[in-house]
């Protein structure tokens, strides 16, 4: 049982939990319909309930739910609704931190202030399924607010996304992002000339430079070792390889290990050679 303390509007309010004394939102259809502050309520079936005392990487739950408007508060619920059909259990308490930029995001819309983001393109191919999920924002700001919000915005919304289903910060989500965008460009220079962005290849390079990257930035490693194989076989391309593995420790501020060098030179191979073979 739950007791009112704050009715935010019709669909959300703000109740004390009886056992534990804590805060908590609660969001269900008519929930705060016709409630005085004291009333009890019951978390009926599809009520989402989030915990006030929880902290984030943008200040504590219950300073940033003042900031938030409640229909900001619904559509981030609506998102995260489809995000758990999409992909299961996902983590919730992301309500927040991705409401208050949806919260800001709207702001710059209405005042005409655009943002840019240079690795939408690649958030789009790296994280696909979240950046599918984050575009349902789209008809949903249209609907519900009469705006709308650019592809630049909805890339940002699929970080939040992915750090709900994988346990991974925004924050470190966008230097995965960053760090890929990077080797992909230094590659290109190294090989002299663009990949195939549409190739087979593209985006196998891709995706493994986000789990080298991920890898790296948790300390793990692969098993088995490929490094002698790909030095002797392919010198060039491991090589390359090499180079680009330092500018990731660089990048990410953290140490590769060294096993990850003969992984990469596979994918530079098999890239640099779709790449010849396509002009042949």
């Given amino acids: 049982m739950y007791r009112v303390k704050k009715v935010l509007n019709h669909n959300t309010v703000i109740a004390i939990h009886s056992e534990d004394n804590q805060e908590y939102l609660m969001m269900g259809k008519g929930i705060g319909f016709g409630k005085k502050i004291t009333e009890r309520v019951e978390a009926e079936p599809g009520t989402s309930i989030y915990s006030l005392h929880k902290s984030t990487d943008r200040g504590n739950a219950s300073e940033l739910v003042k900031s938030i408007s409640p229909e900001c508060l619904e559509i981030t619920g609506q998102i995260l609704d489809i995000a758990e059909q999409k992909f299961g259990k996902i983590d919730r308490n992301i309500l927040f931190?991705?409401?208050?930029?949806?919260?800001?995001?709207?702001?710059?819309?209405k005042n005409?202030?655009?943002?840019?983001?240079?690795?939408?393109?690649?958030?789009?191919?790296?994280?696909?399924?979240?950046?599918?999920?984050?575009?349902?924002?789209?008809?949903?700001?249209?609907?519900?607010?009469?705006?709308?919000?650019?592809?630049?915005?909805?890339?940002?919304?699929?970080?939040?996304?992915?750090?709900?289903?994988?346990?991974?910060?925004?924050?470190?989500?966008?230097?995965?992002?960053?760090?890929?965008?990077?080797?992909?460009?230094?590659?290109?220079?190294?090989?002299?000339?663009?990949?195939?962005?549409?190739?087979?290849?593209?985006?196998?390079?891709?995706?493994?430079?986000?789990?080298?990257?991920?890898?790296?930035?948790?300390?793990?490693?692969?098993?088995?070792?490929?490094?002698?194989?790909?030095?002797?076989?392919?010198?060039?391309?491991f090589q390359i390889a090499e180079r680009v593995c330092k500018q990731v420790e660089r990048n990410l501020k953290c140490e590769m290990n060294d096993v990850e060098i003969g992984y990469l030179a596979m994918h530079i191979e098999r890239v640099a050679n779709e790449e010849l073979d396509a002009k042949e």
Avoid at 129 to 154: N, T, W, Y
């Fill in 112 to 237: 005409q202030e655009q943002i840019s983001n240079p690795l939408t393109e690649d958030i789009r191919v790296l994280f696909h399924m979240e950046f599918k999920v984050a575009q349902e924002i789209v008809p949903i700001l249209r609907e519900r607010m009469g705006i709308e919000i650019e592809e630049d915005e909805v890339g940002y919304i699929a970080l939040h996304i992915h750090s709900a289903i994988d346990d991974q910060k925004v924050s470190q989500a966008m230097q995965v992002a960053q760090a890929v965008r990077e080797c992909i460009s230094q590659i290109e220079q190294e090989i002299g000339r663009p990949i195939d962005v549409m190739s087979l290849a593209y985006n196998r390079l891709m995706n493994h430079i986000r789990y080298m990257a991920a890898r790296a930035m948790k300390g793990e490693a692969l098993k088995i070792n490929m490094n002698d194989y790909m030095g002797i076989k392919f010198p060039n391309a």
């Fill in 97 to 109: 931190p991705m409401a208050d930029h949806i919260e800001y995001a709207v702001k710059r819309i």
